[in-house]
């Protein structure tokens, strides 16, 4: 069963940057997508960046693009978000997810770390 656990989320100043941290468990992550999606207060869950575990290829929402940066440690089976240039915007709950290739849907969800940047 897969297992991951954020961490790295806190309080930070607009302009200010932040590394968030999924730790992955459970299985072998080969063949997989790995991804950080978030949900602000009173939105809908939003998709922000993904990574393929195996070639690292990376891909993210418009709104982040040149801000934030996905990447991947295999040795450690850890994924991190580095976010710069934080804005008011970018205040929700960070959750990690993870889907194989051959699915649609992702699979596998984090419990969250919370994200609040201040003007």
């Known amino acids: 069963q897969v297992q991951l656990v954020e961490s790295g989320g806190g309080l930070v100043q607009a302009g200010g940057s932040l590394r968030l941290s999924c730790a992955a468990s459970?299985?072998?992550?080969?063949?997989?997508?790995m991804g950080w999606f978030r949900r602000a207060p009173g939105k809908e869950r939003e998709f922000v960046a993904g990574?393929?575990?195996?070639?690292?290829?990376?891909y993210y929402a418009d709104s982040v693009k040149g801000r934030f940066t996905i990447s991947r440690d295999k040795s450690k089976n850890t994924v991190y978000l580095q976010m710069n240039s934080l804005k008011p915007e970018d205040t929700a709950v960070y959750y990690c997810?993870?889907?194989?290739?051959?699915?649609?849907?992702?699979?596998?969800w984090g419990q969250g770390t919370q994200v609040t940047v201040s003007s």
């Open positions: 990574i393929r575990w195996n070639s690292g290829s990376t």
């Open positions: 459970g299985r072998t992550f080969s063949g997989y997508h």
């Open positions: 997810a993870s889907r194989a290739n051959s699915d649609y849907s992702w699979t596998s």
